[in-house]
């Protein structure tokens, strides 16, 4: 059992280091770059996780209490996806507000032929009568 656990405690130290530096930001990576910690942890698997725990990583308290993912969240460089844009959105609300007035242009030109036509065939049968 003793063996195992020599076995397994540095194996899920070593586990936990690789996830934990994968999940840095690279602007809190200290000394080194991130590829660099992972190729430590993973090369020297019971020394890497101790000094990337020790050294490599920034490790400060977020400001008000908040989470570090939260605080993450709100400071992105990069919009995840699309729908998080809010550019994008108006952009989407603009090309739908043009949409509209164009198909309402064509819905009226539309009626005033249909008018112009029926003038015609209505002109057309009284000059037959």
Not at 77 to 104: M, T
Request: proline share 6%.
């Amino acid at each position: 059992m003793l063996r195992a656990l020599m076995f397994i405690l540095p194996l899920a130290l070593t586990i936990y280091a690789f996830i934990d530096c994968l999940n840095t930001p690279e602007d809190e990576a200290k000394h080194l770059p991130k590829v660099v910690w992972v190729i430590i942890i993973l090369l020297f698997w019971i020394v890497g996780p101790i000094v990337w725990f020790a050294a490599g990583k920034m490790r400060h308290a977020p400001a008000g209490g908040r989470t570090p993912s939260e605080w993450h969240r709100n400071h992105r460089n990069q919009w995840v996806a699309p729908d998080d844009n809010p550019e994008f959105l108006k952009s989407l609300r603009d090309e739908n507000n043009r949409d509209e007035s164009l198909l309402k242009d064509w819905e009226a030109d539309l009626r005033r032929r249909e008018e112009e036509l029926k003038r015609r065939e209505q002109g057309e049968d009284k000059d037959q009568a």
